[in-house]
């Protein structure tokens, strides 16, 4: 179990990049707001609500290293727990900032798109913390899943232009 854990805990922080996904009112959620911006826009205040999402998940570093150095696999099974859980939390914060932004005209199924990806991470994720909070490892093949759902939405990011977000340098 504890190989499992920590590729958990590894696997939590590969949506770091795109950082997010999350609830929302019907406009956020099809990535369609009331006014809709230009993609210069989009791309500016989007790749700044990536960077406050980079940041807040660089913060968890500190955790991340206890639980590498953890001395049992009880205390290691509990930071990860806490780690998804906080990523999570930033998670759905960046997505709900996200869709507040709407989507440049004529890029609305892009934007969705974009979006689907994000709510994909993040169902994903919850069900490793489900799993974890039951005591249970995460599946391999749902670590994975979430892995390539994570890469997926930095992808689409970088090829819509964002300069921040879907980066990880």
Do not use: H
């Amino acid at each position: 179990m504890a190989r499992t854990l920590r590729a958990a805990a590894a696997a939590g922080l590969l949506i770091v990049a795109v950082a997010g996904c999350g609830g929302g009112d019907e406009a956020a959620s099809s990535g369609v707001a009331d006014e809709q911006p230009t993609k210069t826009e989009y791309l500016a205040r989007g790749d700044a609500i990536c960077s406050d999402a980079q940041a807040d998940l660089a913060r968890l570093q500190p955790k991340i290293d206890a639980a590498a150095d953890a001395r049992s696999e009880a205390e290691q099974a509990k930071l990860i727990g806490e780690i998804w859980r906080e990523q999570l939390r930033i998670l759905e914060n960046f997505g709900s900032r996200i869709k507040a932004l709407g989507a440049p005209s004529g890029d609305e199924e892009r934007v969705r798109e974009f979006v689907r990806s994000l709510d994909e991470a993040k169902a994903l994720g919850d069900k490793v913390v489900a799993r974890l909070e039951d005591g249970k490892e995460p599946p391999q093949d749902l670590i994975e899943d979430y892995a390539r759902t994570a890469y997926r939405g930095n992808e689409l990011a970088r090829a819509y232009g964002f300069k921040v977000c879907g980066r990880t340098e």
